[in-house]
């Protein structure tokens, strides 16, 4: 039952489930976790609007962001689940347990029992898979709730005799000291004189000491899942479509009027009988595990035995060597005793991957169960898909060469004693059979790395007489100020140049090859200073038709009526910069404007008009500054 027990954590707190929900992938989260790691955007504010309005940050700063895109619905094929849609947002801090969380939304205000509902753009993240969720006006509520879970963890603790604690502790639970038969809530001390005061109509609860709560909590019937779209109606049937069971109403007016149903007993039924099913499938792979444990700890009886052997062999045939083999025998004791510890190491870490593969495998196996142990066919159908898939994939992962060794417990090594005494500095093992070695560190080619403005492009090359077959490279950069390296590229090519930089930045590149073998060591570090200043001309590639270029594209006429907006080649991301412009002619048809915007201006709009340029603006007496059509400063 021990190895159960991560199953029945939170990914979040790291502590047992208190009030689990359901996510649309299968997971579960506590109630609170869910809520505290909720990500809030104003509703006018969708989450990638907020990302494409960031103007202050750099390209290059996106370079992680682009990497958590791993992790959206588009790249993991997942799609919206009645009333939520995905969007992507990026992990920055990690749970107890390891797993990315996001960060919490502000905290409601210390004497507040219960907090705001969501805003309707709330955005929730699971942190096992990433998938990402936008909450409709239900928001926790949406999700339905594990009961099924709450009585498998009730059942374990009271197994363990447990301590049980406080269920509205904000951080690490304390001990609960009573429990409210009406509230059905344990409190610690300081919880319960801040939530249930014993005055007004909180005065004619009935406090108990925990374990008699526990008692009657058990006894009390188990409360029956009830629809998430209409909370008074419980599940009467099974979408076979959607996978998850449904009520009447959902049949006669909801979503699920046109799908396919079947009764939910029989649905119980079948569920109960493919994951029993399958749970005798992943029983053989764990009986398979447990011998294969008991094998790879017999190669480590079998391997020192025969080191011992192989060891005392070779001090025989080196003392009958004389002197000058006594030299010789250190070195070949040590190619012994290296290869010694290399098999040792090798059978090790496989006993300690199959022994932690095999705890996940039966916790995973006496959580199912105890599952099927339950009587709650809409608490059980709400988690036996994700539960059969997890007992297939866990099978599939004993699969072939999982149950093999990694690591014969034979040497082999040949001692040839018969040279001659003069041989004898000649002396060494029939060369072992080795695997392709690592690449070699690349060579940064000086003379085609350079900079211009906020970009760099580097080149590199392997050793002229390197011979191993390389597959890729990786190239790193710092963040400009000597903090950690990151990667921007990874392929085959041996030229990258990396735009959007900062300007007058001084930055730091390396980069390493890879092959099947292994990674080879970095490459000599290079350091790049960018521009101090942006020397730039105007861009015709994404001016409108109407304009005019000349001199180098450092001047712009257009004979239209029509506002008409050009902008440089040039962008930034951070820091002070200034550029001049002269006006050489002004028919005061339209007004000119100069400023600053984003690369999606509009291009037919005066500078300033939208909320993607900030700009100034003349006419013949006066001046304004001019953002998302509002005028300033006249």
Request: proline residues 7%.
């Amino acid at each position: 039952m021990e190895e159960m027990e991560e199953e029945l954590k939170c990914p979040v707190c790291g502590s047992f489930y208190r009030e689990p929900i359901i996510l649309p992938c299968s997971h579960n989260l506590c109630q609170a976790c869910a809520r505290n790691i909720l990500v809030q955007t104003p509703e006018s504010e969708s989450p990638q609007s907020r990302r494409a309005s960031g103007s202050a940050v750099s390209d290059y700063d996106y370079l992680d962001l682009d990497k958590m895109s791993l992790y959206s619905e588009a790249d993991s094929g997942y799609g919206s689940y009645g009333g939520f849609a995905s969007a992507p947002t990026t992990p920055c801090q990690k749970s107890p347990n390891g797993v990315r969380v996001f960060p919490p939304a502000a905290p409601p205000p210390p004497a507040a029992l219960a907090p705001p509902p969501p805003p309707r753009n709330a955005c929730l993240t699971c942190p096992q898979c990433h998938r990402s969720l936008v909450l409709d006006e239900r928001g926790l509520r949406g999700f339905p709730r594990n009961r099924l879970l709450e009585g498998v963890i009730d059942r374990y603790q009271q197994g363990r005799a447990a301590a049980l604690r406080c269920q509205l502790c904000e951080k690490a639970p304390k001990e609960a000291a009573v429990m409210c038969e009406q509230c059905d809530v344990f409190y610690c001390d300081p919880c319960r004189l801040r939530c249930h005061p014993p005055r007004g109509p909180l005065a004619k609860h009935r406090l108990v000491p925990p374990a008699q709560g526990r008692v009657s909590r058990r006894l009390s019937p188990r409360k029956i899942s009830t629809c998430t779209d209409h909370e008074l109606e419980n599940h009467s049937m099974y979408c076979v479509q959607c996978k998850s069971p449904v009520c009447y109403q959902c049949l006669e007016e909801g979503k699920h009027s046109s799908h396919e149903v079947k009764a939910l007993g029989a649905m119980w039924k079948l569920h109960k009988s493919q994951l029993s099913q399958a749970l005798n499938g992943l029983s053989d792979r764990a009986k398979e595990a447990k011998e294969f444990l008991v094998q790879l700890r017999n190669m480590v009886q079998q391997i020192q035995e025969n080191s011992v052997e192989f060891e005392a062999c070779l001090v025989a045939q080196c003392d009958a060597l004389i002197d000058a083999l006594n030299r010789r025998k250190a070195q070949l004791l040590s190619r012994v005793n290296k290869e010694h510890e290399h098999k040792l190491k090798v059978v090790r870490d496989q006993i300690s991957h199959c022994t932690v593969k095999l705890r996940q495998t039966t916790g995973l196996m006496e959580y199912c169960l105890e599952v099927i142990k339950e009587n709650d066919p809409s608490g059980f159908l709400q988690i036996s898909d994700a539960l059969i898939r997890r007992v297939h994939l866990t099978e599939d992962q004993w699969g072939k060469g999982t149950l093999t060794p990694r690591m014969t417990t034979d040497f082999d090594l040949n001692l040839d004693n018969a040279p001659l005494l003069q041989s004898i500095h000649q002396l060494d093992f029939v060369q072992m059979k080795v695997s392709s070695p690592v690449p070699a560190p690349p060579i940064l080619q000086l003379e085609e790395c350079c900079t211009h403005n906020n970009s760099a492009t580097l080149s590199w090359k392997q050793p002229p007489l390197s011979t191993v077959q390389v597959e890729g490279y990786i190239l790193e950069l710092d963040d400009g100020n000597g903090g950690q390296f990151r990667e921007v590229y990874v392929g085959k090519e041996t030229m990258c140049t990396v735009d959007g930089l900062h300007f007058n930045s001084t930055y730091s590149a390396r980069v390493k090859a890879f092959n099947k073998t292994g990674v080879s060591p970095y490459s000599k570090t290079l350091v790049l200073q960018t521009s101090e200043v942006a020397w730039f001309s105007f861009d015709p590639a994404s001016a409108h038709a109407d304009i005019i270029f000349s001199n180098d594209n450092l001047t712009v006429t257009c004979n239209s009526y029509d506002d008409r907006v050009v902008l440089g080649k040039t962008g930034f991301s951070k820091g002070l910069h200034y550029w001049e412009l002269s006006i050489d002619r002004y028919d005061n048809h339209p007004d000119p404007a100069f400023g600053v915007a984003r690369i999606d201006v509009l291009k037919d709009a005066m500078l300033g008009k939208d909320d993607k340029a900030w700009a100034m603006y003349v006419d013949n007496n006066r001046s304004w500054f001019m953002h998302n059509n509002s005028h300033t400063n006249r």
